[in-house]
């Protein structure tokens, strides 16, 4: 059996520092919480849900978020 991995995605740009505080948090420079949800939608798929403190409403003002992506998983198909 030949599992490899794709290429990695990033759901949201990561900040430098890596030790967010509530303090950063209300300034701003926080873009998630870090707890990400997955639910099984199918054999193959599934969603993964996040938060995302930066995201941008229609007139432009920043508000946080929860976004659901879906992913599917798709086997290589197999070199004769």
């Given at each position: 059996?030949?599992?490899?991995?794709?290429?990695?995605?990033?759901?949201?740009?990561?900040?430098?520092?890596?030790?967010?505080?509530?303090?950063?948090?209300?300034?701003?420079?926080?873009?998630?919480?870090?707890?990400?949800?997955?639910?099984?939608?199918?054999?193959?798929?599934?969603?993964?849900?996040?938060?995302?403190?930066?995201?941008?409403?229609?007139?432009g003002?920043?508000?946080?978020?929860?976004?659901?992506?879906?992913?599917?998983?798709?086997?290589?198909?197999?070199s004769?």
């Amino acid at each position: 059996m030949n599992t490899r991995w794709s290429k990695s995605l990033e759901l949201l740009p990561y900040e430098i520092g890596g030790n967010d505080t509530t303090e950063q948090m209300w300034r701003g420079e926080v873009v998630s919480c870090g707890y990400t949800g997955l639910l099984a939608t199918g054999p193959d798929c599934f969603l993964v849900i996040y938060s995302d403190f930066q995201h941008r409403n229609e007139t432009g003002e920043i508000r946080k978020a929860i976004k659901v992506r879906e992913v599917t998983v798709v086997r290589p198909s197999s070199s004769p």
